[in-house]
């Protein structure tokens, strides 16, 4: 199928442009959304995690009980400052349960990680904080799949605190928000360090080559700078060893403490969080309209909760890792969505989470996108499913 330059452009990835460093939406963009709120902006959606285990006052050998379905990247640095991370099950249906957890409560625990995936809030949270209040327990809320969603977004007041990814929701230059909810916390300055310069820098210069050759054209171009044909893999395994997440999941300690970066801090103020969620909406439904019936491949939300704004469109594939390759070869933004295995988590036990991890496939709906990116997309991965 021959498809328009600008089609294929805008699959790739969202467009970060000069543009948006000037531009101002008419109601303040995205730090609105965080208007009255105990905010506090990182380099980075980590380095905000990182400081909300000292916000909390979390010391090393503390317990903390995470969900098994996880990035890894979200729970290193709880693993960074010495915490003890156990995982409690999260199956197919991404319900973090407060059956699943209270059994796993000890003396040594101190707090539960709770996730928001895909941009769907998890419905039992009332219920987690209230296990949280029974057994003194503090609980932080992962948003950062989930910044546009709830019915005033951003969501994110049940957890003494929360954390919030901008770059996953718009083009800009990484971001992390860390908000305070307990009024019983006491906050300075969590990031009193400047932004780092050298992957400020690589990444303008990644956006000014984009901007130049188009998305698609520069990264063919990276990749072959790099010596690589698709983005990076998962660390190699043992035989019979699980696969290791990317190198680059892990902490980075250099990080700590460092704030959001003047152009990211600027261009949030450009984008327009309604116009964003209009947009992810439209898209999820043309997906589904595409994927409902479809042989061989299975929507893992099958339906868009209220006022919940998708981060992307997650489906469950055989061969996903295939697919992936292709799709991407094809310059489609598809992702092995939490393809490996942290090396500093026990998953013994967590057989539903790990199946996840091996299957999901998460197609991109991004408000650059259109019903002709959607169509595109679809009829790739259609012609993928029906010659394998």
């Not at 059956?99 to 998890?122: C, D, S, W």
């Not at 491949?297 to 697919?323: A, F, K, Q």
């Not at 998460?362 to 012609?383: A, K, N, R, T």
Request: aromatic share 8%; glycine share 10%.
């Amino acid at each position: 199928m021959q498809v328009p330059t600008q089609i294929a452009d805008a699959v790739v990835t969202m467009p970060m442009t000069a543009g948006s460093f000037w531009a101002r939406d008419a109601k303040g963009g995205i730090p609105a959304l965080f208007a009255d709120r105990r905010v506090h902006y990182a380099f980075q959606t980590r380095v905000a995690i990182r400081a909300a285990c000292d916000v909390l006052g979390l010391q090393a050998g503390d317990e903390v009980l995470a969900p098994a379905y996880n990035c890894g990247s979200e729970l290193d640095p709880l693993v960074h400052a010495g915490l003890k991370v156990r995982l409690y099950p999260v199956d197919a249906d991404l319900l973090v349960a407060p059956e699943r957890i209270e059994p796993l409560i000890t003396n040594r625990t101190k707090a539960v990680y709770v996730i928001h995936y895909f941009g769907m809030l998890q419905p039992d949270l009332a219920a987690v904080r209230s296990l949280c209040d029974r057994h003194g327990l503090r609980m932080i809320e992962d948003c950062a799949l989930s910044l546009l969603s709830g019915k005033a977004p951003a969501e994110g007041y049940t957890g003494d605190v929360s954390v919030f990814c901008f770059h996953k929701f718009a083009p800009v230059l990484q971001g992390g928000a860390l908000v305070v909810n307990a009024p019983d916390l006491k906050v300075g300055n969590p990031f009193p360090r400047p932004a780092p310069g050298k992957p400020v820098v690589k990444t303008l210069a990644r956006a000014g080559l984009a901007n130049v050759l188009g998305p698609s054209r520069s990264q063919r171009m990276l990749r072959r700078l790099r010596g690589q044909r698709h983005e990076e893999a998962p660390c190699g395994a043992q035989p019979g060893a699980l696969e290791d997440m990317p190198r680059h999941y892990y902490f980075d300690p250099g990080l700590c403490g460092r704030g959001i970066s003047a152009f990211a801090a600027r261009s949030l103020q450009a984008f327009s969080a309604s116009g964003m969620i209009a947009a992810r909406q439209r898209n999820w439904r043309r997906y589904c309209q595409h994927l409902n019936g479809m042989q061989g491949i299975r929507m893992l939300l099958p339906e868009l909760g209220p006022h919940s704004c998708p981060l992307t469109m997650p489906v469950v594939v055989d061969e996903r890792d295939h697919v992936a390759r292709e799709l991407q070869a094809r310059g489609i933004g598809a992702t092995p969505w939490w393809a490996g295995f942290s090396r500093n988590l026990d998953w013994m036990g967590q057989d539903g989470a790990m199946a996840l991890k091996d299957t999901v496939l998460s197609l991109p709906l991004h408000q650059f996108l259109g019903d002709e990116h959607v169509d595109y997309i679809m009829s790739v991965l259609q012609g993928l499913i029906r010659d394998r």
